[in-house]
């Protein structure tokens, strides 16, 4: 399995660490960019308005906190 | 790793994130098999931004529907709102045999260097530890379709050097190994073998 980009915060000393194999890096890694305001009113008031799924990720926000 | 993560962006949360970058992933008029949860999102995402003429296909009958409310799982009477068929389950699975199907888009428990999927069993098949739900389509959609797109929570337990079952192929065994089972590969198209939107959590237990 070959990485070939990182998410917005995350670093590549990150992924190593939380990977069980050796992995395979592309060597001009790209950094995707964070979401955009649409994107995330979107998702939020038109894709899943009663945050049935989404409501998962502020469960594991709170587990951190 | 997923503390920082929590501290960097209060503004959105993982999942929020995990959905809007596979949703970028998925292109205008895609033949798209989809599964519970987080691919749900993207295609939805995907449908009401830059993609309104994909096919979302899911494994209980519903052919191309809209998706204005999010189904809640690949049965939800939802898959079929103005769908332009429902049909039956094998029938879905024989349309990706014909080759129609572009994109899997799955989610799973763990994921092996060759790309292997388990959602079946965590440890012996015989006397697991754990029995997910798989596979459900996820044998059939990973096999048969051009491209995998996969999720899954980027754990160290989870990204491991060999899975426990494999529920859906990936290189199997090493290079040559997928096409020696005849399935069809994305080295067909060209593409890369995995669109790897995984991440980022670290829980405290484990």
């Known amino acids: 399995m070959r990485l070939i980009g990182l998410l917005p915060g995350i670093r590549l000393d990150d992924i190593i660490e939380n990977t069980g194999f050796e992995l395979l890096i592309k060597e001009d890694l790209k950094q995707l960019p964070p979401p955009t305001d649409e994107e995330l009113k979107v998702l939020r008031e038109k894709v899943d308005p009663f945050r049935i799924v989404l409501s998962r990720g502020d469960k594991m926000n709170n587990e951190e906190n | ?206």
């Open chain 2, 1 to 206: 790793m997923w503390e920082r993560f929590v501290m960097r962006n209060r503004d959105y949360n993982i999942i929020e994130l995990m959905a809007i970058i596979a949703a970028r992933e998925i292109e205008d008029r895609a033949v798209l098999y989809i599964g519970t949860g987080i691919p749900m999102l993207a295609a939805s995402l995907a449908q009401h931004m830059h993609a309104p003429n994909i096919i979302p296909v899911f494994e209980a009958g519903g052919v191309a529907p809209q998706m204005p409310t999010l189904p809640t799982s690949v049965g939800c009477s939802r898959t079929t709102y103005r769908a332009i068929r429902t049909c039956d389950m094998p029938e879905i699975f024989e349309m990706a045999q014909l080759g129609i199907a572009h994109y899997a888009f799955l989610g799973g428990a763990q994921v092996d260097k060759y790309r292997n999927i388990n959602s079946t069993v965590k440890g012996q098949y015989e006397a697991p530890s754990v029995r997910w739900a798989g596979s459900g389509g996820a044998n059939a959609f990973g096999s048969l379709c051009w491209r995998t797109m996969i999720i899954i929570n980027h754990e160290k337990r989870r990204f491991i050097e060999k899975v426990d079952f494999i529920t859906t192929p990936g290189y199997i065994d090493g290079p040559g190994a997928r096409e020696k089972a005849g399935l069809p590969g994305p080295d067909l198209i060209g593409f890369l073998p995995i669109r790897h939107c995984s991440i980022l959590k670290k829980r405290r237990r484990g």
